[in-house]
């Protein structure tokens, strides 16, 4: 099974040019490599390359969610 990426840029189209914009600012350059990180991670549980329990992957979802809130306030902000 092929698991589709959460970027911002894919998920946000219409954020695109303010996520390169904020690129520079180092909250959110921050935020964005743990976001990516995780989700990375996600992906390889959900393919099957790498083994967590349930409950271990939820917890990291709920985790993407939380950043990828905060990174859209920013992005709006």
């Given amino acids: 099974m092929i698991v589709e990426p959460h970027s911002l840029s894919r998920d946000f189209p219409e954020l695109k040019e303010r996520i390169h914009s904020l690129k520079s600012d180092a909250h959110f350059a921050r935020l964005q490599?743990?976001?990516?990180?995780?989700?990375?991670?996600?992906?390889?549980?959900?393919?099957?390359?790498?083994?967590?329990?349930?409950?271990?992957v939820e917890r990291l979802k709920m985790r993407r969610v939380h950043l990828k809130d905060e990174l859209y306030g920013l992005l709006k902000g």
Wanted: proline share 0%.
């Fill in 33 to 56: 490599q743990e976001y990516e990180t995780l989700d990375r991670q996600i992906c390889r549980f959900e393919e099957g390359i790498e083994h967590a329990s349930d409950e271990e």
